[in-house]
């Protein structure tokens, strides 16, 4: 008999300990309700604010009408995102390179200023938007009949001189340039 007091005794332990327990959750539970009911019901009205805003331009149609969408085409939408992270995978994947063939462009910009690639470009534009304007107001217009003495008297002139140094200097600069492997290969003499 005692040892079945004793499994009474322990039985009756075992339910008076769910029974705290039981207790004491719906103590944090009612704890709960009590601060969540303030929070809740400013949010609730605060969102009845907001939509009595908006009401004038917004349905409860509408909002079912968007879901509706939304369900019918979630296979879309799921197709989108799948494209978005499939563009966000590729930029990640070419910045690294796009990095590189910017750094690498500006250390080549970079060499042809040092060189004054630059410069004599500008200098080019300058000199053909001289030309073109020239040509366009009438000033190169040649006379059909030029003699040799003529010719030997232009280039007498300071322009000229000028102009013809900076050409040849040019010439003779690529002149001096290593003959290219695919000229020889072509039978082309130097």
Do not use: C, W
């Not at 009408?65 to 085409?73: A, E, P, T």
């Not at 799948?82 to 750094?103: H, I, Y």
């Amino acid at each position: 008999m005692n040892k079945e007091l004793e499994k009474i005794h322990e039985k009756l332990d075992f339910l008076t300990e769910q029974v705290m327990i039981t207790r004491r959750r719906q103590e944090e539970l009612q704890e709960l309700k009590e601060d969540l009911t303030p929070v809740v019901s400013d949010l609730f009205q605060t969102a009845v604010q907001e939509l009595d805003d908006v009401s004038v331009y917004f349905s409860y149609e509408d909002l079912l009408f968007l879901v509706k969408k939304l369900l019918r085409n979630t296979r879309t939408l799921i197709g989108l995102f799948e494209q978005l992270e499939s563009v966000n995978d590729f930029v990640n994947d070419v910045m690294p390179l796009t990095k590189d063939m910017f750094d690498a462009t500006l250390e080549k910009m970079d060499e042809l200023e040092k060189k004054g690639v630059f410069k004599l470009l500008k200098e080019g534009e300058g000199m053909a938007d001289k030309a073109l304007m020239a040509y366009t107001s009438g000033d190169l217009e040649a006379p059909e009949k030029i003699s040799l003495f003529r010719l030997l008297r232009e280039l007498n002139q300071p322009e000229v001189k000028r102009t013809l140094y900076v050409l040849f200097s040019v010439l003779k600069t690529l002149g001096s340039q290593p003959t290219n492997q695919s000229i020889k290969n072509k039978g082309v003499k130097p």
